[in-house]
Each structure stands twice: as structure tokens, then as C-alpha cells.
């Protein structure tokens, strides 16, 4: 069963809500024009983002992190993006040499080892490249939504991150059937992941599909604490310089 079957609902409220979230991503452009990037993790709230941002023709760079242990699904939609919509999609890798580095003192598995291994990876594949796609960016746009976990129930639409940008979350107040009905909608297109019951996608080694009544982020390093499980990206009090590449 497709993801659009099981999750798309119109609901009401869902029109004023997309035009919410297209004035938020408006006054971000105007007000942020040297350079404001949207940071997509190719999962379907990002997915709607870059369509909205493609068809309101908003000057906002689409960058996206590539770990190096994406599913291949993940990664085909790079150039779905491109060729759908007309536009270059900025990719950010991590360093090579520290990948070599830690993979050989610490093995191939070293997320299921240690929280604090786990970090060091997310450190070193997400947010040492997150890093350089921001420099020089006065904001950035996110995906996050109120729904998807306790931790993220007060998101705001907009918030200084650690460094003093402004991040926005255009579709806070969003709910799951309102993506999966943009997506309909708009012929939007997903990954794959997302018919195989992966609502949140993240790397391979670190995402599980999830079982009827589990939450939402379930199935993102889900052996570990709950509170834990967040990479980094999205912590406030986890700068990027405090949790080193
Ligand atoms: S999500 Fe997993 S594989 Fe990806 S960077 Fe974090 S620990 Fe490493």
C-alpha cells in the first residue's frame, strides 16, 4: 500500500495552513537574499519544501547532506529533484580522510557501539559538511513539524540557531496527512522508503521501518533512549563546534 493511500487526508484548516507556510518561506527570501538555504534530507516534508520553494520561484539554494550511507532510494532523488524541477541541488559530503580515519579505528558499525560513537558519526558525516552548507548563509529552512516527536512539540516557525541564523520551519503546524495530501496533490515526488512504512528516513545503518501504533521517529536509531535520539542537526544546546568533526 502506497504511502499516499495510508497517510494523505484533507483536513480541515490545510489550505490556509500551505499558505502559511508559503508566507513564512516569502518573507525568509526577502528577508535573508545573500543566502538562505533549504537543508533537505530528502524526506517528504523537505519534499514538499522544494516544491514550494520551485513553484513560487523563491531564491532559495536546495542543499542537501550526503553522508555516505544513504539508501539508494534516497539518493535517487537528487536528480528527480533536478530534473522535475529545473533545479541544481547543492550536495555536501563528509571529509574523506576522517571517514577513513574513524571507520578504521572504530569499524563500519560503530553507531550500535556507543552513544558517543554514534554522535562522533553524525558529527562527522552531518554536521562537520552541515557546517560549510551554512557558511556564509544568513538563515536556513528545515522540515521539522510539532508532530513528530515530544522533543520537537514546540517547534516555532522561526528560531536563531547556535551561530545566530535564523532557521525556519515553515511547516510546523503541519500534520502527517497534510504532507502526504501536498504530495498528492502536487504529484510531489517521494521516496520510495516512505510505501515500506519509514516515515523518518536517515541513514541505512541508523533507520528501520515501523510497526502499526509506533511513534513517528521510532524507527530512527531506535536502539537507543528516546531522548537521545536526535543527530545534532535540530539540537540547540549541541553546536557544531562543541561536537567536533
Ligand atoms: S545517522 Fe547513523 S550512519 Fe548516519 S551519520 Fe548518524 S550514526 Fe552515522
Not at 538555504?37 to 542543499?63: F, K, W
Request: proline fraction near 5%; hydrophobic fraction near 45%; include cysteine.
Amino acid at each position: 500500500m502506497s504511502a499516499v493511500s495510508l497517510y494523505a487526508r484533507a483536513t480541515e484548516g490545510h489550505e490556509s495552513r500551505v499558505a502559511h507556510a508559503i508566507a513564512v518561506l516569502q518573507s525568509a527570501a526577502s528577508e535573508h537574499a545573500a543566502r538562505i538555504v533549504q537543508a533537505t534530507s530528502l524526506g517528504a516534508e523537505d519534499m514538499v519544501i522544494t516544491d514550494l520553494i520551485a513553484r513560487h520561484h523563491l531564491p532559495i539554494a536546495i542543499a542537501t547532506l550526503e553522508t555516505g550511507k544513504l539508501h539508494a532510494q534516497t539518493l535517487a532523488l537528487i536528480p528527480r529533484i533536478e530534473a522535475r524541477y529545473g533545479l541544481a541541488v547543492e550536495v555536501y559530503r563528509p571529509v574523506t580522510e576522517s571517514v577513513v580515519t574513524f571507520v578504521k579505528k572504530n569499524g563500519e558499525r560503530a553507531m550500535y557501539d556507543s552513544i558517543e560513537l554514534r554522535k562522533a558519526c553524525c558529527a562527522m558525516r552531518k554536521l562537520e559538511p552541515l557546517a560549510r552548507m551554512l557558511s556564509g548563509a544568513g538563515a536556513w529552512i528545515a522540515g521539522l513539524r510539532r508532530e513528530q516527536s515530544d522533543t520537537r512539540a514546540l517547534v516555532p516557525f522561526s528560531e536563531p540557531d547556535e551561530r545566530g541564523r535564523i532557521k525556519f520551519n515553515p511547516l510546523a503546524d503541519w500534520s502527517w496527512a497534510d504532507v502526504w495530501h501536498y504530495i498528492a496533490t502536487h504529484d510531489v515526488p517521494y521516496n520510495p522508503l516512505h510505501d515500506e512504512f519509514m516515515p523518518s528516513i536517515g541513514c541505512e545503518p541508523c533507520t528501520r521501518a515501523i510497526a502499526v501504533g509506533e511513534p513517528f521517529r521510532a524507527g530512527r536509531w531506535w536502539w537507543e533512549d528516546e531522548n537521545a535520539r536526535e543527530c545534532g542537526l535540530h539540537v540547540k544546546d549541541a553546536p557544531v563546534s562543541m561536537i567536533g568533526a
